[in-house]
């Protein structure tokens, strides 16, 4: 029992020392570098607008606005200026691959008949539009990446939001209590 006690103490002491300790400096909320030309962020922000136009189709579960949305975001990949971007040959390479990608996912979610199929194809385009995101960033703007851990049999997905509004294009507005947010990138 004595020994019961003195951990509650010890836990309560280590809890006011850890409240005592500074807060995160200015530095560790300061924005991420958007070091490229406006033009390419320009083109980078529209492409963003369509995706959230589909997350809210998914959300809806309405098929023909998720079917217009993918195609419109497709156009929108397939003409970002990567030739804008000054970076290393092999960065600029994995970028080209990443749009490839997302443009084939998007042609194949725009054959799938059954909205179940649509939003797994959703799940890729997401998690590689997030790694784009991160590596050139998005001047201005704050990404939200959100998480249900339900989402695909529990196995959980991912997607991305303009805000840290609950959203869920997995199960629909009906989910929304499976919704958090996971990282934000604000730059």
Partial sequence: ????????????????????????????????????????????????????????GLSQGNITYTD????????????????????????????????????????????????EEKRAGFESVSDMLYDIIQNTGLKGKTVYRQYCPMAFNDRGGYWLAKSSKKQNPYFGNGMLGCVEVTDSLRY
């Fill in 1 to 56: 029992m004595r020994s019961a006690i003195i951990l509650v103490i010890t836990a309560f002491f280590a809890c006011n020392e850890a409240a005592k300790q500074p807060a995160a400096t200015q530095a560790d909320n300061a924005p991420l570098k958007a070091p490229y030309a406006t033009e390419f962020y320009d083109s980078l922000q529209i492409t963003m607008d369509a995706y959230y136009d589909l997350t809210d």
């Fill in 68 to 115: 217009k949305w993918a195609a419109i975001l497709k156009q929108h990949i397939d003409s970002l200026p990567l030739g804008l971007l000054q970076m290393d040959a092999a960065k600029l390479g994995v970028l080209h691959t990443a749009t490839g990608s997302i443009s084939a996912e998007l042609t194949g979610m725009l054959g799938e008949k059954e909205l």
